[in-house]
């Protein structure tokens, strides 16, 4: 599986952005999509997580009602779309996935993508 991040950028505070992740490859052994950030200096962190198929079952706090990740159904797209973006949101941004036998809380996610970065400007 091969996973290919993008939409990040630079943008003021209040904005939006909407991330993409296409994955090819062996797509039918993702079971779970997620979305992870690292912001300078600290540690990565989930930002949200969805099955393959587009239910979405966790959002980090600090994102609850700004972020939603979705996926096209039929695409083999993951979205997530940011917005009233902050100036800590800045970071990069990665999309991974796990196979399908993990559970939903695993902590192992078994391919990534290269990251997007995300600049939020105040």
């Known amino acids: 599986v091969q996973l290919q991040a993008s939409g990040g950028g630079l943008v003021q505070a209040g904005g939006s952005l909407r991330l993409a992740c296409i994955a090819s490859?062996?797509?039918?052994?993702?079971?779970?999509m997620g979305w992870f950030r690292q912001a300078p200096g600290k540690d990565r962190e989930v930002v949200a997580r969805s099955t393959w198929r587009g239910v979405t079952y966790h959002l980090a706090s600090s994102v609850k009602g700004r972020f939603t990740i979705s996926r096209d159904n039929g695409d083999n797209t993951v979205y997530l779309q940011m917005n009233d973006l902050k100036p800590e949101d800045t970071a990069v941004y990665y999309c991974?996935?796990?196979?399908?036998?993990?559970?939903?809380?695993?902590?192992?996610?078994?391919?990534w993508g290269q990251g997007t970065l995300v600049t939020v400007s105040s």
């Open positions: 490859g062996r797509t039918d052994s993702i079971g779970l």
């Open positions: 991974a996935a796990a196979r399908t036998y993990r559970s939903r809380w695993t902590t192992v996610y078994d391919y």
